[in-house]
């Protein structure tokens, strides 16, 4: 399988800001520094030279320089005082093996001193996961809420699964029935509604031609989602967040 890189959340937020990354001048003060990371929200700055970036001034570095030197005048200061060395990684960087400089650090530079390409933060980095792997389990949590609903709605579900499936077993050699609710796949959550209406909620029957389509593009956003990368791109979240909240809603 293929990795999640550092590259991947840099075009992920330039999605969001299409700006240059922010930095602060080698000549500029601390207090420069500190208006500067509090107007944009952010706990750290790269520090710029002519030569290219030198370094980063972060929040901890400033409280660093304050504690040593209680009387620090930072309106006066340079942030050579505060400038710490950060970590550097290329684009390609595999963002899981950057987990434990997270544990240290807050915050990589992406690129070169001569080129810097942009900042992830911890944050940045959580947030592309969750934004990633959220579809899967929002899948999951649908085929949970469909297998509560069978299960609460039957009297026998053992039962109810042999007799659903068992004339589509004898009929098609290339049809395997599930031994339980917790092997069932969407097809066969599509066929057990069918044929077991009555005993399931008024709700589906009512609305039987919108399950019937929901429960479809649910299945084909599922099938997207097992290509991984390329199928988080191209998913309908909205099916998915629809249907979640449906089948929540009939289990509730």
């Known amino acids: 399988m293929k990795f999640f890189t550092a590259g991947d959340v840099l075009d992920q937020q330039s999605e969001i800001d299409l700006r240059a990354p922010v930095t602060i001048d080698i000549g500029d003060t601390i207090y420069d520094a ?4 509090f107007r944009h929200n952010f706990s750290q700055l790269p520090v710029e030279t002519d030569e290219g970036v030198s370094g980063a001034v972060t929040y901890k570095s400033v409280c660093r320089v304050l504690r040593c030197v209680p009387d620090s005048n930072i309106e006066s200061m340079s942030v050579r005082s ?4 950060p970590k550097f990684v290329g684009e390609s960087q595999d963002i899981f093996g950057l987990f434990r400089t997270f544990a240290r650090d807050e915050y990589v530079l992406i690129g070169s001193p001569p080129d810097l390409k942009g900042i992830l933060t911890r944050y940045d980095v959580f947030y592309f996961l969750r934004n990633q792997f ?3 389990i929002k899948i999951g949590e649908i085929e949970r809420s469909l297998r509560r609903m069978f299960v609460e709605s039957m009297d026998d579900m053992d039962r109810a699964i042999e007799e659903t499936f068992s004339s589509r077993d004898k009929e098609d050699s290339s049809f395997s029935a599930p031994d339980s609710v917790e092997m069932f796949t969407f097809e066969n ?3 057990f509604i069918s044929q077991n209406m ?3 909620p008024d709700q589906l029957s009512d609305e039987s031609e919108f399950v019937t389509d929901l429960l479809q593009e649910v299945q084909r956003n599922r099938n997207a989602l097992l290509h991984f ?3 988080v791109d191209e998913i309908d979240r909205e099916v998915i967040n629809v249907a979640h909240s449906y089948f929540d809603g009939i289990t509730e």
Do not use: C, H
């Open 34 to 37: 500190v208006v500067k990371m």
């Open 82 to 85: 505060a400038r710490v060395d």
């Open 134 to 136: 959220e579809p899967f």
């Open 189 to 191: 959550y599509k066929m």
């Open 198 to 200: 009555q005993d399931l």
């Open 229 to 231: 990368r390329s199928g």
